[in-house]
């Protein structure tokens, strides 16, 4: 099969301009991608529809406009929203469709798909693509992750994606995951990985080999933690292998030329906070109040990303951050 690419830097990448995107920016990148060939386009806030607000950040733009600006210039391309459920709404959903988006990912964490079931099932009606995608995708073991996805395609989702929200899967995690569900679903099977441990682009070539069609890829790794697979890297990788995306690499490394000189605030590298975010597998929103609960304490931010990694804190459970970080302050002084 043909493997899909969606572009997520205009929803990944959000979180990197700090939420920032104008309309003009929005047209030159779609209008670009659109001529290179990409399939799928991603636009919404970082944290999907709904997602500007005071404690995810205000947009420039409200995300239906954009939509709006990319389905005038996206041609054969499908523009692609992302729904977080208690973030979008049915109703952010309905206004997005009607904005011209054609596809949905609706997002959960990795044990809670349950939470799908209206928003997949409203996107079908509406004759939207429709598809699944479990975060934190790491911290639940490849039955979990299968169980959560099986869920998923029984609400009629066309494919379920493998998050790696946190950048922290080795190669042996997305080879099991992918496996597993390569062999248990009906429906295409999905894979969106961040570069935390420099390992984008390796793990995405993994979840190939083992039957993902629906690849997540981003413009110069644009995107929060350290980025996405960048995607005129995997292009060119995918050349190589003879693997056919139906994207033309030279009119992406052009799109890359503009983004680093016209978006992109400072280069998509491996920071020390995305590197730990990684190695603890931990949320990339967890960075700054890790930062802020370690200077009240007195205890290295980077120790208390690894014991929330630990404890399995997931996003929501932002408040235990401080908590957590008394407790280790505590036990440095020996106080029980």
Known sequence: M??????????????????????????????????????YIEVTHGDGLGGSSLQYGLSKEYDIELIKEAALVAGNSKITVLLIPGIGTIKDLKEAYAAGAKAVRVATHV????????????AKSLGMEAFGFLMMAHSAPPEKVLEQALLMESYGADAVYV????????????????????????????????????????????????????????VCCLGAGAGNTQTEVLVAVLNRMEVESGIDLYKMLDLADY????????????????????????????????????EKVGI??????????????????EDMIIEVAQQIAKQKVGIV
Do not use: C, W
């Open 2 to 39: 043909p493997i899909y690419i969606t572009e997520v830097a205009m929803r990944d990448g959000s979180h990197v301009v700090g939420h920032q995107f104008t309309k003009e920016q929005v047209r030159n990148i779609t209008s670009q991608l659109s001529a290179a060939g990409m399939p």
């Open 111 to 122: 044990t809670e798909a349950d939470v799908s079931k209206q928003h997949i099932e409203m």
């Open 163 to 218: 998050t790696d929200s946190a950048g922290a899967m080795l190669p042996s995690d997305v080879r099991n995951r992918i496996r597993l569900l390569r062999e248990n679903l009906n429906i295409e099977v999905g894979f969106h990985a961040h570069n935390n441990l420099s390992l984008a682009v390796a793990n995405t070539l993994v979840a190939i080999e083992e039957g993902a069609t629906r690849i997540d890829a981003s």
């Open 259 to 294: 983004v680093r000189a016209e978006v992109l605030p400072h280069p998509q590298d491996i920071t020390t906070g995305s590197l730990v975010m990684g190695y603890a597998g931990v949320y990339s929103s967890f960075l700054r109040h890790a930062n802020i609960a370690g």
């Open 300 to 317: 290295d931010a980077r120790t208390i990303l690894v014991e929330l990694g630990k404890r399995h804190i997931v996003g929501g459970q």
